[in-house]
């Protein structure tokens, strides 16, 4: 009698979770299987690939059937499911089927459909960008059109890869459990106080219609003339960093006064409404200073300022040296030298007459000549008004009615940016299938970069799902200082179920075996499919 096992890990629980949500049938809906001879669809298809980018293994995607070799592949894929139907041509073809659908189009049916059976409350969208490189010219020689398919090209590298071409990604996720709603691949080259118009635009009715999104929120690159006429045209509310280069911005931050700011729930913040019609848009500017960040800029600020200082006495020096004809020309090279100090000024600043050394009888002659002396020192007036400033930034939003959101929303609401930059830096994972394209064609990488916001997708609302059943049941799960708490992470829940196998006998499930205690107990909280999954059914247990 032989016997073998594979290991099932956590695995289980991200597969039950895409059977919980039904995505498999939905894919298949969307894009029909394209040939009878075939042993996967493509909704298997894409849950194999999605498995495998949350498998932490960095398996390109000609080894996707290497990945699951040792992998109960019936219990996670579907019955007679086996390695080798995960092929290299199968998962190109279902690569290609993305992105003849439309990448973003199929991400925003499977988002919306996971939103809904959730029941996700979507408070906030929050917008950003990101880049990644890739390995190969793919279109670069060519110039971009304005057809589907993205030029990969150079451009600003947030990778810190100059060297390579890029293609970027526009995300959009929620405030609440950070889940992705909308993604887009852009140019490698594309400016985001362009394309962020461009993308809102694109999907604003998909936004409205399926999560009556109430807010965008971005930083200030969403803030430009154009953004603000097509958000009032579209009816959306935005909640945007104001620039502080404009002059509006920069004389409000200059003009304000702590004694005139209200504190905010937040620690550390104090807030001042103010009214502006900028761009023929009325809007509502919340000037705020937070203490914590005029602390953590402190000290580069000093460094900042000593630098300018030793740079400044060098050029004094050099002044100090320059013979002038003219008392009028040595005074108005004194005082522009003193308006150019932003942060120094000039103590016992003079203008004195110089002679040369010589007979009496030539210095007669000679006209007298003049030089400048002074010595240059910080004013500590003006570094520590800057000091105070560093603090400031404004938050703007075309919302007028005060009821709606007050200045801690608003806050609160910008500060959830960070849900969008979590999913960045997990999609950025090196263990995550993000980290490369290994695809020959750029049609291919879109529909790849669409398979990793899935990835994404899956993760976020797991961990989600697990969050709010605890709470449900008030239940917790010990974390990795072994505290009872009810918001674990994942990946911390990923790794607990790690070395979890299935024995197989003559071909077939056995037994379930390492199966502890606190993994037991969390699968009796999340019931349904979760249990299934890592329960033998036998003809004993059947009975």
Not at 332 to 350: E, M, N, P, S
Request: charged share 25%; proline share 3%; with cysteine.
């Amino acid at each position: 009698m032989s016997y073998t096992s594979k290991s099932l890990d956590y695995l289980g629980l991200l597969s039950a979770h895409w059977d919980g949500l039904r995505l498999t049938a939905l894919i298949d809906k969307l894009l029909p299987r394209f040939s009878s001879h075939t042993h996967l669809s493509f909704g298997q298809s894409i849950k194999a690939m999605v498995l495998n980018g949350l498998g932490y293994m960095n398996h390109r995607l000609y080894l996707v059937e290497d990945f699951f070799t040792a992998k109960p592949t019936d219990i996670l894929l579907g019955p007679g499911v086996e390695p080798s139907h995960l092929n290299d041509d199968l998962l190109g073809r279902s690569l290609d089927a993305i992105f003849t659908y439309g990448c973003s189009e199929l991400f925003s049916q499977l988002s919306s459909h996971v939103v809904k059976t959730q029941g996700i409350r979507i408070d906030s969208g929050h917008l950003d960008s990101t880049q990644f490189h890739v390995h190969g010219s793919y279109n670069s020689s060519e110039a971009p059109n304005d057809s589907k398919v993205i030029h990969i090209t150079h451009g600003y590298s947030k990778d810190h890869r100059p060297d390579l071409n890029q293609v970027g990604l526009h995300l959009i996720c929620s405030q609440q459990g950070s889940i992705p709603l909308m993604m887009r691949c852009v140019n490698g080259n594309s400016s985001d106080s362009v394309d962020f118009r461009k993308s809102v635009s694109l999907h604003v009715s998909q936004l409205q219609n399926d999560y009556n999104l109430p807010y965008i929120v971005a930083d200030s690159k969403l803030y430009s003339r154009k953004s603000l006429e097509d958000f009032k045209d579209q009816g959306l509310y935005w909640i945007s960093r104001i620039p502080l280069n404009m002059t509006r911005s920069k004389e409000l931050v200059a003009s304000s006064e702590l004694k005139d700011f209200s504190p905010l729930s937040a620690e550390g913040y104090q807030g001042k409404w103010v009214e502006v019609e900028l761009h023929g848009i009325s809007q509502r500017w919340l000037v705020l200073h937070s203490q914590q960040a005029q602390q953590s800029k402190e000290s580069s600020f000093v460094r900042k300022v000593g630098k300018a200082l030793e740079k400044r006495k060098q050029l004094f020096k050099t002044l100090q040296s320059t013979v002038y004809h003219c008392h009028k020309d040595a005074q108005k090279a004194l005082d522009r030298f003193i308006q150019q100090g932003k942060y120094t000024q000039v103590a016992k600043a003079a203008i004195v007459s110089k002679q040369d050394k010589g007979s009496k009888q030539n210095q007669k002659q000679q006209s007298p000549t003049y030089v400048i002396q002074g010595e240059v020192i910080q004013d500590s007036n003006k570094v520590e008004k800057a000091k105070q400033r560093l603090g400031f930034f404004i938050l703007g939003t075309n919302q007028l009615d005060q009821q709606e959101i007050d200045a801690d929303t608003l806050l609160s609401y910008y500060k959830g940016n960070d849900s969008t930059e979590r999913g960045f830096r997990f999609l950025k994972d090196p263990r995550v299938v993000a980290s490369s394209f290994f695809v020959q064609k750029p049609q291919r990488v879109m529909a790849l970069l669409m398979v990793m916001t899935l990835c994404l997708l899956i993760y976020a609302s797991l961990e989600w799902h697990i969050r709010n059943k605890l709470k449900e049941q008030k239940q917790t799960f010990p974390n990795q200082v072994k505290k009872e708490v009810q918001n674990p992470t994942l990946r911390w829940i990923c790794q607990c179920f790690m070395g979890i196998h299935i024995l197989y006998m003559q071909g077939k499930p056995t037994a379930i075996l390492n199966l502890s205690d606190r993994q037991r107990r969390l699968l009796d909280i999340l019931k349904g499919k979760f249990k299934e999954i890592y329960t033998i059914k036998t003809s004993e247990n059947k009975k």
